[in-house]
Each structure stands twice: as C-alpha cells, then as structure tokens.
C-alpha cells in the first residue's frame, strides 16, 4: 500500500530535549517536505526536499533542521524544542519532481513542548 | 504577506443545502497550481483536486465543483447537496513555479454538515 508514514505519532516532550520525528515513504517520491498546523494559521512549509542531499527552507524553519540522505526517508529534527514549536505536523511527498504534483501526507505527529 | 485566503473561519449547513468555499489566492507568477484538501475530523489531509493556471474550465466531479477565475484571482469550490460526511476543514492551496517547491495553504474554513 503506498503510504507515507510518520513516527511518533503522539510525542510528549520538555523544552530543550532534543527530538526527531521520522517520515518514510514508500512511491519513490523525490519530493518531500514538512508542515506545521496550527489553529487559525492552516498549515506552513517548514522545510523541503527536491531529492538525496537536496534541502532548502520553507516559511518557518526558525528551530528545525531536516536531512535527506535516503530517498524515502526526510526526517525533522527538533535540537532544542520550545513551548511555540508545540503544534501538529505532517510529512509529505509528491508525485512531481517538485511541489506542484499531488501531495501524499502522513497521518501527521502531534508534539507538545512542555 | 498572505498568498491565500480563505475569509471563511467555519459554515454550518443542514443537510442537502448547496455550500460554497471561497478561496482567494495572490501571485506574481503567471504559472502556478491550486488545489483543494480536505482534513475530516479523523485528522488526515485528502487531495480533492489540483488545477493549472492556464486551464479555467470549471470542473465537476459528483457532488463536488470548483471555480476558477483567474480576473478575481478566486478557486472557489461548491459542494451540492451537502452531506453530514463532508464535515470537514477543507484548505486551499497555491503552488508557484517561479518559487517552485514552496507551497502555501489558506487558513482552512471548517464545514459542519447537520442531519
């Protein structure tokens, strides 16, 4: 079943912990990218991958770091969480070669910083 | 600034009443996508649709039809017949090849469907 998947997904954590929330996706997809959600904002671009080794910066990168070392896998990186980084987030691929394409989205990863 | 807009925060419908989503983008690009996702209460994100800025036909499929007008920059999406299984948020989102890979989603406008 072509699926992307997220872990965790529900995740208690305190400020400053260092945490990685992984997303893998199994179509082969080149493009992955993360997104916040929060209440009112819809959803934000925090990062994005074209293809292996290729990331750049969404809107809101401001305290997360991604890597793409393998295709399916496009996990992010939380160094030092913090209270406002509690939110709802969602991993995703897409059939195109770039964001214009369909997105498949993960079931999503609830964090809260404490 | 805001690329796109969705002014409706939540609709409320009785069931089998005619509903539309408004959805106001802004771009300098002139070759961009759109599309509609649908988030239900079980939280995941459904793609219902994406459409090219050349291409303006409205489209239909069962119940559900969008509109795109590119002279009032609107991708609106109308359900008829409304049913208590599309309570939902439904988001609309841009996409620029100029600024290709960033995407940017409106706020969402929450539909509930009443029996």
């Known amino acids: 079943e072509a699926q992307v998947t997220q872990n965790p997904r529900y995740l208690i954590t305190v400020t400053g912990k260092k945490l990685t929330v992984t997303c893998s996706q199994n179509?082969?997809?080149?493009?992955m990218s993360w997104y916040r959600q929060d209440p009112g904002l819809g959803l934000r671009q925090i990062y994005y991958?074209?293809?292996?080794?290729?990331?750049d910066k969404g809107d809101v990168p401001e305290g997360y770091k991604v890597s793409r070392k393998e295709k399916r896998n496009f996990p992010l990186i939380l160094e030092s969480p913090s209270p406002n980084q509690t939110s709802l987030y969602f991993c995703?691929?897409?059939?195109?070669?770039?964001?214009?394409?369909?997105?498949?989205f993960g079931e999503g990863s609830r964090l809260t910083v404490l | 600034a805001q690329k796109v807009t969705q002014a409706q925060t939540e609709i409320s419908v009785v069931e089998k009443e005619d509903v539309t989503l408004d959805c106001v983008y802004e771009?300098?690009?002139?070759?961009?996508?759109l599309f509609w996702y649908k988030q239900p209460p079980s939280g995941e994100l459904v793609f219902l649709i994406r459409?090219?800025?050349?291409?303006?036909q409205n489209e239909i499929s069962g119940r559900y039809s969008w509109n795109f007008q590119k002279s009032t920059s609107s991708f609106n999406f109308t359900i008829t017949a409304s049913q208590v299984v599309d309570s939902a948020v439904y988001f609309c989102?841009?996409?620029?090849?100029?600024?290709?890979?960033?995407?940017?989603f409106g706020s969402g406008t929450k539909l509930n469907v009443k029996p």
């Open positions: 995703a691929s897409s059939t195109s070669g770039r964001s214009t394409g369909e997105l498949f």
């Open positions: 459409r090219n800025s050349f291409d303006e």
């Open positions: 771009t300098r690009d002139t070759t961009y996508y």
């Open positions: 991958s074209m293809n292996v080794e290729v990331t």
């Open positions: 989102a841009l996409s620029e090849v100029y600024n290709f890979n960033k995407f940017y």
């Open positions: 179509m082969n997809h080149e493009y």
